[in-house]
């Protein structure tokens, strides 16, 4: 069997089009609701991502800025500019790219964000509230897989999913979206990681296995049940002198293996990255709509 490819670069272009009666509504209110990225230092990577959160509000006639800072930047004064973003009328969601230099600690960062515009959903507020189900704000990832998954019909209810990665921004909260009870949710959840013994078993009881460990190629064909719905959160760039810009981005699973065997997979690039963008906007509408000036 070859997999369906879920075509993530659609459904965020779904999910910005149903974005667009709720930003007309609030520009009759005089609203335009506004986005704005810090970025710390010069990570392409990051460069590439916040550039591209700009663009998209941009397409929506959505407001946005991107406060670029150098990778010197102190703690103290990466707090204040969060406190002017805070107090910022024009600002209705706003977020701090990861990752940030190590003098920076970026979990005492995140508190000093106002919950109200946290569209990242990292406020240890919000992630209590995601955590008893009344998330209003939802980490844009975890909750992209989710909308994924949704968008083709795929049910989570009663499934095991095997959740490979347990970081803050994806691991942790998709297998909590994953594991409440609700419309697709109600899934029976197993988070593994790096110290997992029999991670191959693990991931092979997986109906959905979801990969979001940073490591090229690291989901293997023998590691994968047949049918499986497979979404792949990884980015990497490896390098590709045959390409123009000298890299090659793949994912954490062996896409072309995996592909074989999944009844679902999404490929990289093109499958969760677009959905990032999409719900960070539709965060940001939502909170111009909660603050509602
Ligand atoms: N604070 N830091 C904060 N919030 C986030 O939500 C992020 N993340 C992750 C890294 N740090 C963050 C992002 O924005 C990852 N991420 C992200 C956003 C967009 C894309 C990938 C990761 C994306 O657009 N990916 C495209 C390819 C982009 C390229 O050419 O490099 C894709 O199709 O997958």
Same mark, same amino acid.
């Given at each position: 069997m070859s997999a369906k490819i879920i075509d993530g670069k659609e459904v965020a272009k779904s999910i910005k089009l149903s974005l667009k009666p709720r930003i007309a509504?609030?520009?009759?209110? %005089?609203?335009? #609701? *506004?986005?704005?990225?810090?970025?710390?230092?010069?990570? #392409?990577?990051? +460069? @590439?991502?916040?550039?591209?959160?700009? !663009?998209?509000?941009? $397409?929506?006639g959505m407001y946005s800025e991107v406060i670029r800072q150098p990778a010197s930047l102190s703690q103290e004064e990466l707090v204040e500019i969060i406190e002017s973003l805070n107090a910022n009328p024009k600002i209705h969601g706003f977020l701090v790219q990861s990752p940030l230099p190590e003098q920076i600690d970026e979990p005492e960062i995140t508190v000093h964000i106002s919950p109200e515009k946290d569209v990242d959903g990292?406020? /240890?507020?919000?992630? *209590? +509230? &995601?955590?008893? *189900? $009344? *998330?209003?704000?939802? #980490?844009? @990832? /975890?909750? =992209?897989?989710? !909308?994924?998954?949704?968008?083709?019909?795929?049910? @989570?209810? =009663?499934?095991?999913?095997?959740?490979? =990665? $347990?970081?803050?921004?994806?691991? !942790?909260?998709?297998?909590?979206?994953? &594991?409440?009870? %609700?419309? &697709?949710?109600?899934?029976t959840v197993t988070i593994a990681h790096s110290r997992t013994s029999n991670l191959s078993e693990v991931c092979k009881r997986a109906d959905i296995l979801i990969a979001a460990i940073g490591r090229p190629n690291f989901i293997s064909a023998d590691m994968v049940k047949e049918g499986a719905v497979v979404i792949d959160v990884g980015i990497n760039r490896v390098d590709d002198p045959d390409t123009e810009k000298g890299y090659r981005l793949v994912g954490d699973v062996d896409f072309e293996a995996v592909k074989e065997k999944a009844s679902y997979i999404t490929p990289v690039p093109g499958g969760v990255g677009p959905m990032t963008i999409a719900m960070l906007l539709s965060n940001t509408v939502t909170a111009a709509e909660n603050i509602g000036s």
């Open positions: 509504a609030l520009k009759e209110k %005089g609203i335009v #609701p *506004g986005l704005a990225a810090v970025l710390v230092g010069d990570n #392409p990577a990051s +460069q @590439t991502y916040v550039n591209s959160k700009a !663009k998209a509000c941009d $397409r929506l990292f406020h /240890p507020f919000n992630v *209590g +509230q &995601m955590l008893i *189900g $009344r *998330g209003k704000l939802l #980490p844009c @990832t /975890p909750h =992209g897989i989710i !909308k994924l998954l949704e968008y083709y019909d795929i049910s @989570t209810e =009663g499934k095991e999913a095997v959740v490979v =990665g $347990r970081s803050n921004i994806v691991g !942790k909260p998709v297998a909590a979206l994953l &594991m409440q009870k %609700g419309k &697709m949710a109600n899934a």
